[in-house]
C-alpha cells in the first residue's frame, strides 16, 4: 500500500477511488501550512496538487521517496519539472480535461463583452432606463476571433466559436501554417502580428513560459484593433493588466476579461476600479464541477496506473 498526500482540493469520489487502494492524506488546506507540508511529502509516494502548491526548491528535496506527482490541471507553471524528473518521478497534468470549461467561459465572455448589456442592474433598480447607452453593442456572428496557442483549448474554443459564426483565426509557436489541427477545427493560421492586428476578440492559451512572459504588453496591446476585447485565461505574468486597464480607460479596447493575475490572489487594485467593460475572475475559468470531477477522476487513474 502506498501513501499518497492531496495538498489542495479534490473530488471527494475521485479521493475515496485512492483511499479504497491506499492510504491517503487530503487535507485540501495542507498548501497554506508549508512545515506541515514538507514533513508530508518526505512520506508519500505519490503527491498531488493544484496550482498553489509550488514545487520546487525545499519541497522538490523533501519528495524523496515520491514517485510520481499528480497536477490537478494543466498549466506545470508551480512545478520545476526538471528537478522533478530529475529525480525520477513521473509528472502528469491533467491535459485537456477543463478545455471545456475553458473554452465555454471564453466563448460567454466574447459575447458579454461585444454586446456590452448586461451592466445596467443597479441603473434599473434605481429607476433607470439606459436603452440608448446600451443600444450600439455589437453581435458576435461575424467577427473574427484570434486564439494564440492552439493546444487543448485553443482547439475547443475554435469548434464553439465557429458554431457562433465567427471568423477563427489562430497562431501557435510550435505549429506551421499547415498543420492540419487548423483547419479540421475551422480556423485559418495567422502570424502574430497579423492576429492582433486583424481580430476583433484575442483569447490567449499558451503556458507560461520565457516566449510568452510578457508577449501582451502595452506596445503589443496597442496594435491591437480599436475597440476589440481582450481574454486572457492563460497565466499571469503573459498579459499586462495595468496596461489594458489603461487602454480600457482611454478606449482603445473595448472590453476585456481577466482571469489570472501576476500574484493570485489579486490585491486589492484601485486601478481596476473605473475601468469599462472589464470582468475579472478569480481563476476560475477552468473550476467547473464537471471539470473539477473529470479533472480530479484522471488524476485519480492515472497516479493508481504510476503506482501500479
Ligand atoms: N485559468 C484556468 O483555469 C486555466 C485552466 C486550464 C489551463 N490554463 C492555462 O492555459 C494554458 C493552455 O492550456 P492547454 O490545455 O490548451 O495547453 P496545451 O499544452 O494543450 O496548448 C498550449 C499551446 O500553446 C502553444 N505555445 C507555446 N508557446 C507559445 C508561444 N510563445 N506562442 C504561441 N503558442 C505557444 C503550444 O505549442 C501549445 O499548442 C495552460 O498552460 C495553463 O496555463 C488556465
Not at 469599462?276 to 497516479?303: C, D, M, Q, W, Y
Request: glycine share 10%; aromatic share 4%.
Amino acid at each position: 500500500m502506498a501513501r499518497i498526500v492531496i495538498s489542495e482540493f479534490m473530488d471527494e469520489r475521485a479521493v475515496g477511488q485512492l483511499s479504497s487502494l491506499h492510504e491517503v492524506l487530503y487535507e485540501p488546506k495542507l498548501v497554506d501550512d508549508p512545515a506541515r507540508l514538507l514533513d508530508a511529502a518526505a512520506a508519500c509516494d505519490a503527491l498531488i496538487v493544484r496550482n498553489r502548491t509550488q514545487v520546487r526548491g525545499e519541497l522538490v528535496a523533501a519528495l524523496g521517496r515520491c514517485r510520481v506527482l499528480g497536477r490537478l490541471g494543466v498549466g506545470l507553471d508551480n512545478i520545476d519539472v526538471g528537478a522533478c524528473e530529475a529525480r525520477g518521478m513521473q509528472v502528469i497534468p491533467a491535459t485537456g480535461a477543463n478545455a471545456l470549461s475553458v473554452a465555454e467561459y471564453v466563448i460567454a465572455a466574447s459575447m458579454l463583452l461585444l454586446r456590452g448589456a448586461f451592466a445596467s442592474t443597479a441603473s434599473m433598480a434605481q429607476g433607470g432606463w439606459p436603452r440608448t447607452a446600451l443600444g450600439n453593442g455589437r453581435e458576435t456572428a461575424g467577427k473574427t476571433l484570434g486564439i494564440i496557442g492552439f493546444g487543448s483549448i485553443g482547439r475547443t474554443v475554435a469548434r464553439l466559436a465557429r458554431g457562433l459564426g465567427m471568423e477563427v483565426i489562430a497562431f501557435d509557436a510550435v505549429m506551421d501554417a499547415g498543420d492540419a489541427a487548423f483547419s479540421t477545427a475551422g480556423a485559418a493560421f495567422a502570424g502574430l502580428d497579423e492576429l492582433v492586428r486583424r481580430s476583433d476578440v484575442v483569447t490567449l492559451h499558451v503556458p507560461l513560459v520565457d516566449s510568452t512572459r510578457g508577449l501582451f504588453n502595452a506596445p503589443r496591446i496597442a496594435a491591437m484593433k480599436k475597440g476589440a476585447v481582450l481574454i486572457n485565461t492563460s497565466r499571469g505574468h503573459i498579459v499586462d493588466a495595468m496596461a489594458v486597464a489603461a487602454a480600457l480607460k482611454s478606449g482603445a479596447l473595448g472590453g476585456a476579461a481577466i482571469d489570472v493575475f501576476d500574484v493570485e490572489p489579486l490585491p486589492a487594485s484601485p486601478v481596476f476600479e473605473d475601468c469599462p467593460n472589464l470582468v475579472l475572475t478569480p481563476h476560475v475559468s477552468g473550476v467547473t464541477a464537471e471539470s473539477n470531477e473529470r479533472v480530479s477522476f484522471l488524476i485519480a487513474n492515472k497516479v493508481l496506473e504510476a503506482l501500479r
